[in-house]
């Protein structure tokens, strides 16, 4: 499956921002999803993910209560609202898909994703 992510830009401390991620090529029902991010030097760190339903879904300790996944599998798109944003959250954010056969499992481990998008750019200034 090929990723597209969007959405990216340059928010204050407080706004929200959300970030689509487009996917083609193969049923995008049957992919667990996920966002990740990663700041220029440090390694990329899990977000949120969601099963391939989209009933379940899990986040980070970071970013739990602020941000949102969700998904449409009808439009084969992946999103995340992203609200209260810290500079903290300042990142390069990537979206992710991994095919499971089974609709229950998620991933919150890079190397368990063998499908990227390009990355999109979220800086949130203070």
């Known amino acids: 499956v090929q990723l597209q992510a969007s959405g990216g830009g340059l928010v204050q401390a407080g706004d929200s921002l959300s970030l689509s991620c487009a996917a083609s090529?193969?049923?995008?029902?049957?992919?667990?999803m996920g966002w990740f991010r990663q700041v220029p030097g440090k390694e990329r760190e899990f977000v949120a993910a969601?099963?391939?339903?989209?009933?379940?879904?899990y986040y980070a300790d970071s970013v739990k209560g602020r941000f949102t996944i969700s998904r449409d599998n009808a439009k084969k798109t992946v999103y995340l609202q992203m609200n209260s944003l810290k500079p903290g959250d300042t990142a390069v954010y990537y979206c992710?898909?991994?095919?499971?056969?089974?609709?229950?499992?998620?991933?919150?481990?890079?190397?368990?994703?063998?499908?990227w998008g390009q990355g999109t750019l979220v800086t949130v200034s203070s």
């Open positions: 969601i099963t391939r339903s989209g009933l379940n879904t």
């Open positions: 992710a898909a991994r095919y499971s056969s089974t609709p229950y499992p998620y991933y919150t481990r890079d190397s368990d994703y063998g499908s």
């Open positions: 090529g193969r049923t995008f029902s049957d992919y667990v």
